[in-house]
């Protein structure tokens, strides 16, 4: 009987390939899920300082999501943050942009997180 050498799961190329796939997933995943986890914390802050607005003053927001953000690493200024009161409203806008830096390729990553929120 003449077996052919593919079947006997001799294949090196597939498993190769298999193995840079991995890695490479790996690598993204890598990146990418503490900037995730960092902008989620940030978005909690924005929502929550947006729910909390009756009781504190616009300076004490802007204070708190700017020491958020500098204890999560993220480069938001004064200028990335909007607050907005009027007619019962209160609008926070945080607007940054974060590079990821892969081997050959720089993502840029826009974020925008928003809450509006009625003042009580």
């Given at each position: 009987?003449?077996?052919n050498r593919h079947e006997r799961g001799?294949?090196?190329?597939g498993c190769l390939i298999g193995l840079v796939l991995l890695l490479a997933a790996g690598l993204v995943a890598y990146k990418v899920i503490p900037i995730k986890v960092k902008a989620a914390e940030m978005r909690d802050v924005v929502i929550d300082e947006a729910r909390s607005a009756g009781q504190n003053r616009d300076p004490q927001i802007?204070?708190?999501?700017?020491?958020?953000?500098?204890?999560?690493?993220l480069p938001v200024t004064e200028d990335n943050v909007s607050i907005v009161r009027?007619?019962?409203?209160?609008?926070?806008?945080?607007?940054?942009?974060?590079?990821?830096?892969?081997?050959?390729?720089t993502y840029v990553w826009n974020f925008h997180h928003k809450a509006e929120n009625p003042l009580f």
């Amino acid at each position: 009987m003449v077996r052919n050498r593919h079947e006997r799961g001799e294949g090196q190329l597939g498993c190769l390939i298999g193995l840079v796939l991995l890695l490479a997933a790996g690598l993204v995943a890598y990146k990418v899920i503490p900037i995730k986890v960092k902008a989620a914390e940030m978005r909690d802050v924005v929502i929550d300082e947006a729910r909390s607005a009756g009781q504190n003053r616009d300076p004490q927001i802007m204070k708190a999501i700017l020491n958020r953000a500098k204890h999560l690493e993220l480069p938001v200024t004064e200028d990335n943050v909007s607050i907005v009161r009027g007619s019962g409203m209160i609008r926070i806008d945080v607007k940054y942009t974060l590079e990821v830096d892969f081997p050959g390729y720089t993502y840029v990553w826009n974020f925008h997180h928003k809450a509006e929120n009625p003042l009580f």
